[in-house]
Each structure stands twice: as structure tokens, then as C-alpha cells.
């Protein structure tokens, strides 16, 4: 398994919030009649802007020399990379015409979500800008919360 260095898993990160951003607001735009689905998806979409301004901030620190250990954790974090989530047949931004329902929206919204902060524990565990990763991934958290609650509250499952 070809090793990835912590510049490479650091612009992974980077290019998945932009795939954020770009599912959300595609969402807001195709649920456009659905209020609340807009106003989760917009604010959803604007938290991947910053975590991606973060994670571009974080590349800038790194030095040229990966961490102690960093076998382990890219051998991880290329696994998850090559998921079936992120790089498999639904892949990480699905064609709209996948996403026929809001509860399909917030079931993949989940799912990704979910991927996303597994990543992110890896990069956390591997760099030692911890605390900044911590922030993110207690935002993760929150979308999925949010997600969550929004389930529970619009789709009556």
C-alpha cells in the first residue's frame, strides 16, 4: 500500500470540505422549497469553507518531514480514502439524481459526515497541531448532531 505523505492527507482533508460544500449547496438548491432543509444545508456548506480555510492553514505550518509513526496512520488514512464512501462506486459527491428525498439528503449527509470525522481522528492522531483538528472534529460532531435532530424533527422516523 503506497504510503501518503502528511502534506498529501492534510490536502485530502482540504478537498473533502470543498466536496462538502459543494454537496450542501447543491442540496439547499434542489430542496429549495423546504425552508429548513435550506437553512441546515447553507449553514452546513458555510462550516466547510472554514474548516477548509483551517486545513489550508494547517498545510502551511507542516514541515517537509513526516511525523513520528506516520506509517501507521497513512497506511489508515489511505484505507479510508479508498473507501467505497470516498472513492468507491457512490463516491463522496453522488450524482443529485441519487438524492431523490430529503431523508435521502440527510442519510447521506450523515454518512459523510461520519466519514469525515473518522478521517480527521487519523489526522488528529498524527499531527501535532491536535488542538486545531479538535475544533473541527467537535464541529463534525455538531453536524451530525444537527443532522440528527433534524431527522428526529422533519422526517418522523
Given amino acids: 500500500m503506497e504510503k501518503f505523505s502528511i502534506?498529501?492527507?492534510?490536502?485530502?482533508a482540504v478537498q473533502t470540505?470543498?466536496?462538502?460544500?459543494?454537496?450542501y449547496t447543491a442540496i439547499a438548491r434542489k430542496f429549495k422549497d423546504d425552508p429548513e432543509l435550506v437553512k441546515?444545508?447553507?449553514?452546513?456548506?458555510?462550516?466547510?469553507?472554514?474548516?477548509?480555510?483551517?486545513?489550508?492553514?494547517?498545510?502551511?505550518m507542516l514541515g517537509d518531514s513526516d511525523p513520528e509513526g506516520w506509517e501507521d496512520a497513512s497506511q489508515y488514512l489511505r484505507a479510508i480514502v479508498e473507501?467505497?464512501?470516498?472513492?468507491?462506486?457512490?463516491?463522496s459527491l453522488?450524482?443529485?439524481d441519487m438524492i431523490a428525498s430529503v431523508k435521502?439528503?440527510?442519510n447521506f449527509a450523515m454518512g459523510f459526515e461520519k466519514e469525515t470525522l473518522l478521517y480527521f481522528y487519523?489526522?488528529?492522531n498524527a499531527i501535532k497541531e491536535k488542538d486545531i483538528v479538535d475544533e473541527i472534529i467537535n464541529e463534525e460532531k455538531?453536524?451530525?448532531?444537527?443532522?440528527?435532530?433534524?431527522?428526529?424533527?422533519?422526517?418522523?422516523e
Fill in 40 to 60: 441546515l444545508f447553507d449553514t452546513l456548506a458555510q462550516k466547510e469553507l472554514i474548516h477548509e480555510k483551517t486545513f489550508t492553514e494547517i498545510k502551511g
Fill in 94 to 96: 453522488p450524482s443529485m
Fill in 104 to 106: 435521502d439528503a440527510v
Fill in 7 to 12: 502534506r498529501e492527507v492534510i490536502e485530502q
Fill in 83 to 91: 473507501s467505497e464512501f470516498f472513492l468507491g462506486k457512490n463516491k
Fill in 142 to 156: 455538531s453536524h451530525i448532531m444537527w443532522l440528527s435532530a433534524f431527522k428526529k424533527t422533519f422526517l418522523k
Fill in 122 to 124: 487519523g489526522i488528529r
Fill in 17 to 23: 470540505e470543498k466536496l462538502g460544500y459543494q454537496f
